[in-house]
């Protein structure tokens, strides 16, 4: 795809005014403007939409913010969004908070996850590591409760991704990184028609990275290593007149290493048996798109993925060669004259925890859209209504030294729901949208230690929104959601029975928003203030065993706390000063606190913050073209610190991140140099506290994962 050079400056151009995914809709009578103002669309809920005239708070990360950052993985891109966080405690993010909500792990317990993930149709809730972000058009993130679109994985948002479709005309694109750390990048994008009414794309990308941690006892550099390949296939086909069908096809399969924590709190790693984080992922998703009722257009959706997931660690970071008798004063072997030696004189323990995943999803979805003229109530209400069908399977095994035996489980989850929704226009300049979603969810689990257990739960999310669209160019909206999320078990045998079992959890969010842009659109605002009253918060929160050698084990486990709230303001703003220079932020202001609650160890967090919930989260930066080929981009990235956990008082630290990229860009290639953590803070998004030292007798402190340092390179893009 060959662009002419008044293309390639107004897409320079388009991306200065859409750093943040700006996107304005020009007025019917203002065609002068309107070519030079890229509109960015809302696929994702019911009826798409421009995303300034959304009455939600959302953002939509597109392929300019990917390209200027060379972001590989949604978790490099995410902090654009203000409120919204990630945990780690694995090689790639798998858990995402928004608002103060969300998962930060999962060993072997069943969880439910708060914030969605969907890729090209397909669920990919719990196992976003493979949220990789070559040939991705954009991720759209819905903060708040989306009980009427998405249902019980929505409770705090949902982040849904649309990679490119397939185009009419023959085109490619091929991308080449490299950067420190033996990383390298390449991507391969073809597109085009297979025959008058089949379209097609084919994206394949490998990438590659020695990681950020050196294993100082097995001198190695590559422990926590990355070894990611990305194909994924899509097809039009333009069935009739009256029907269209979308096939997306996926294969992932990510052979990561996992050696990310020190003793030493630093970023080398005593570990004899590093880790990993692995998972090979197949799924497909099929959306037919009929348009012959003369009253509404009929999609059917299904979708499948199976994925087999491996994750594991070194669990005492360590080395020696021992055993630990218990009976006996000393230990056989004496580990300090061994082959290896030991980290210290007393190494009481040796272990690793391995986990393998079996997990099979099933999704099916029958929507009627009402066409426009074909409104209900005197034409003043379009209309939507849908029926949808998931049943999920998972077992797991797992490896534990400490264990008599493998642990085994199978959980078996069925959701079936049933939603409408009414969008009224009320007067000229006033709109209602009112939603409804009953969602029953059922699971059967059972295990190797005895325990079975079946819930039943019925769930009712919905929302009202009441919108005023002022003029063309600003909007204020009023809305009220409840979400909710499933209950389920907690199965360590060693958990007494109160804490077994955990209720669904449910949350209304309270929200007031305003939408504007200025100066024939060189200025867009984008604005919201929520109250968020959280009940029956399932809270992740731990136990902490000792065993008789003085080490302990960690039991992570969910529970019911009694009630709790969060609100804030998100802003997302942008200026373009003039044809050269534009100017871009996002702020995100969190408060958030547990009311009533007691934790396993019997302390009360009446009033304390919630896990992972910055006080503030803020993006700044400016684009400057100083000629039609080069593009220079700045920006800081920053949050405040916050709790690692519930079950204890361990905080990151704030911080403040500087990113840059330069590009210099001809009629069909482009070539950037880039770097992200240009200033090399050292910072963690995950930390739990207990002891582990042997060399401190096990002395319980703070230890943490730490995030990416600086990390910098080079790319070349070309399309043909």
Sequence with gaps: MTFPKSAICLAITASIFNVTAFAEEQASNDTNNNDNVETITVTSDFRQQSLQKAPVSMSVLTEVEIKQRNARHLEELIAISPNVNFASGSQRARYYQIRGIGERSQFKEPIN??????????????????????????????????GTRFGANAIAGMINITTNEPSEDFEGAIQLGVGNYNTYDLGVALSGP??????????VNQSNSDGYMENVHLQRDDTNNRDELTIRGKLTIEASNDLTIDIAGFYFDFDNGYDAYSLDNTRETYSDEPGFDQQETAAFSAKFTFQGFESATVLAIISSSDSDLAYGYDEDWAYGEYEWISNKPVYTPDPCITPTGCLANFDGYSSTDHYYRDKAVLTSELRAISKQGQEIFNGSTAWVAGAYFKQGDEDLLRQYTYADGDF???????SVAVYGQ???????????????????????YNNSDQFDDSIDDTMVGGKLVLSYQKNQDSLWYASINRGYKAGGHNTDGTLPENLRTFDPEYLLNYELGYKVSLLDNSVYVRSSVFYMDREDVQVSSSKTIEREDG????????????????????????????????????????????????????????????AHAPNYQFNVGINILPTENWLINLSVDGKDSFYFSDSHDEQSESVALLNASIAYVQDNWQVKLWGRNLTDEKYANRGFYFGNDPRDSYTAKQYTQLSEPLVFGASLDYQF
Excluded: C, H
């Excluded at 969907?118 to 990789?132: C, K, M, Q, W, Y």
């Excluded at 297979?194 to 994206?203: E, H, K, P, Q």
């Excluded at 085994?408 to 069925?414: D, F, G, K, Y």
């Design 113 to 146: 996850p708060s914030v969605g993930m969907i890729i090209d149709e397909v669920d990919f809730t719990g196992i976003g590591s493979v949220a990789s972000l070559f040939d991705v058009k954009q991720a759209e993130v819905f903060r708040g409760p989306q």
């Design 194 to 203: 297979a025959s008058d009414s089949v379209n097609y794309r084919l994206a």
């Design 408 to 414: 085994t489980s199978t959980n078996e989850r069925t």
């Design 422 to 444: 009414l969008d009224t226009q009320l007067s000229e300049r006033w709109s209602l949208i009112s939603g409804l979603r009953i969602e029953n969810y059922s699971a059967d």
């Design 551 to 610: 080490s302990s084990e960690f039991i992570s486990y969910l529970g019911n706390a009694a009630t709790g709230t969060n609100y804030g303001i998100e802003v997302e703003a942008a200026f373009d000063l003039n044809d050269f220079v534009n100017v871009y932020g996002s702020f995100g202001l969190l408060e958030t606190e547990f009311d009533d609650f007691i934790n396993a160890e019997g302390e009360s967090l009446d009033g304390r913050e919630q």
